[in-house]
Nanobody, 124 residues
């Protein structure tokens, strides 16, 4: 098993930047495909970005492409999401997720482990 803990959320003005982190413990972090999802009030959880085991392949939702960057540091058992040019519609709880079988899947049901989330609020 792997335990995931998100951090780094907060309140930021539109156009600003924020970096959220996901710290993992338990089984070997580098054996998991990782991803970020988000859920806004009254909406379904949606895919944001995913990254391969080594970090050399990344995937993004169209809504964040060019503004967000996913990365991972396997030596630190940590994944990151750098968010630039933030918009009010980026406001959501951001969750990290781990997939023990593959990477790059955009469906939340494919992921085995989830963190509890960190709130990101973008003011206009």
């Amino acid at each position: 098993q792997v335990q995931l803990v998100e951090s780094g959320g907060g309140l930021v003005q539109a156009g600003g930047s924020l970096r959220v982190s996901c710290a993992a413990s338990g089984r070997t972090f580098s054996s998991y495909g990782m991803a970020w999802f988000r859920q806004a009030p009254g909406k379904e959880r949606e895919f944001v970005a995913a990254i391969s085991w080594s970090g050399d392949t990344t995937y993004y939702a169209d809504s964040v492409k060019g503004r967000f960057t996913i990365s991972r540091d396997n030596a630190r058992n940590t994944m990151y999401l750098q968010m630039n040019s933030l918009k009010p519609e980026d406001t959501a709880v951001y969750y990290c997720a781990a997939d023990s079988r593959t990477f790059g899947v955009r469906l939340s049901g494919a992921y085995d482990y989830w963190g509890r989330g960190t709130q990101v609020t973008v003011s206009s």
